[in-house]
């Protein structure tokens, strides 16, 4: 079968993850895979999509004297389905992100819905509400054309029903699957700034936005030596490592904040490192280090750095919301607990206490993602869709 990708920007987002492995496992499951994309380069992309036929169509501006930024969007989508359209060959589009391009398409379409557009965005003034409005609607009529969508959770799958009232196509649940072969192959490295002495190692890896809550790890952190003795706390050590944009004014803010945070919270520098987004290499490493992650995010439509740390072997705290609730086990692979900072303190100490086996649930949380999460069962479970759109 003759499948094409269609996705905005192919860098190295989430999204664009997905769509690799999506791409990846079409072609291993023995169709002719090409991807079409409005920007793609090679020094900004995945090292396994330069693996496949790809067409960049970028012939419409990004913004329009930098505003409108998402009609633009639309409108690059649309251009790239239109090249789609009349000058390839395919069976079946699976296009994701933007849904306005769906009209176009003459072949069966898949829609992988990441997360409703129109809940991501702010509508400060009433000129951006307006044509937020005009935006939206469309988003809504085009995904329900698709001939099957899909989400990355059961948490998207009921915020979508819930935003999308008029959708009456089933929903089915493709979990993103992770590329086990980088972690198979990472060979330990040393991190600067964790002392020898480190022997319990708690980490945060997330963006520097405030909806992360990242704030949250650093006041567990500080609560902690309420509840483990003086002596083992000096043993303990908190990582904060996150992706940092220096030019995102928000990154720039949120990670000064973090760290005055700590400081007032008297936590002695010696025990707190903060790094600015770490190399893939070093997250790895410091998954293996850790005696747990503590994810802090609420409502986060899927989550990968909790997969990321049970296939490490590393036990994860993550908020009782959100895409978590349905990878985490809670109290097999890790804990899940109320977003407060004393939940997550009273798990950490049990861990330290020995109250819990921290490797055990570690072992436990690489056979869940074996189960759950690998390439085989991605395949599978794409591979059922297909045969779902071309049965209907």
């Avoid at 069976?91 to 129109?118: E, G, M, T």
Wanted: contains cysteine; aromatic residues 10%.
């Amino acid at each position: 079968m003759k499948v094409t990708f269609v996705h905005p920007d192919l860098g190295i987002g989430g999204a664009e993850r997905l769509v690799v492995d999506a791409a990846t496992a079409m072609r291993m499951n023995g169709h002719r895979v090409v991807i079409v994309t409005n920007s793609y380069s090679t020094s900004h992309c995945f090292e396994e999509s330069k693996n496949f036929e790809i067409k960049s169509v970028d012939v419409f501006p990004r913004t329009i004297f930098n505003r409108c930024a998402a009609l633009c969007a639309y409108i690059r989508m649309c251009i790239a389905a239109l090249y789609v359209a009349f000058a390839v060959e395919t069976d079946l589009v699976f296009c994701d992100s933007i849904s306005a391009c769906i009209i176009i398409f003459r072949a069966k379409i898949i829609y992988y819905c990441h997360f409703p557009d129109l809940l991501l965005t702010d509508r400060e003034t009433f000129v951006k509400t307006v044509y937020r409005s005009f935006i939206d609607r469309i988003e809504e009529w085009s995904t329900g054309m698709a001939d099957l969508i899909c989400v990355n959770s059961k948490f998207t799958e009921e915020v979508a029903q819930a935003t999308f009232k008029s959708l009456t196509k089933k929903l089915y649940v493709l979990y993103p699957t992770l590329n086990t072969q980088f972690f198979d192959d990472c060979q330990p490295t040393e991190i600067d700034g964790i002392p020898e002495s480190a022997k319990y190692i708690f980490v945060s890896i997330n963006r520097f936005e405030k909806k992360k809550r990242v704030g949250l790890a650093i006041e567990a952190f500080g609560i902690l030596i309420k509840k483990v003795p003086e002596e083992v706390y000096r043993n303990c050590f908190l990582v904060i490592a996150g992706g940092y944009d220096k030019n995102n004014e928000e990154n720039l803010l949120h990670f000064s904040e973090l760290r005055e945070h700590a400081v007032d919270l008297k936590i002695p520098s010696k025990q707190i490192l903060f790094l600015k987004s770490p190399s893939d290499e070093v997250k790895v490493q410091l998954l293996r280090q850790a005696l747990t992650v503590l994810y802090t995010p609420s409502r986060e439509h899927f989550g990968i750095v909790p997969v990321e740390a049970m296939y490490m072997k590393c036990c994860v705290i993550a908020v009782n919301s959100g895409g978590p609730k349905e990878s985490v086990d809670d109290g097999v692979t890790g804990f899940l607990v109320e977003p407060n900072a004393e939940e997550f303190a009273k798990k950490m100490a049990m861990l330290i206490g020995g109250e819990r086996d921290a490797k055990r649930m570690g072992e436990a949380g690489y056979r869940r993602v074996i189960d759950m999460f690998s390439m085989t069962k991605f395949r599978d479970s794409l591979e059922k869709i297909v045969e779902i759109v071309f049965k209907d």
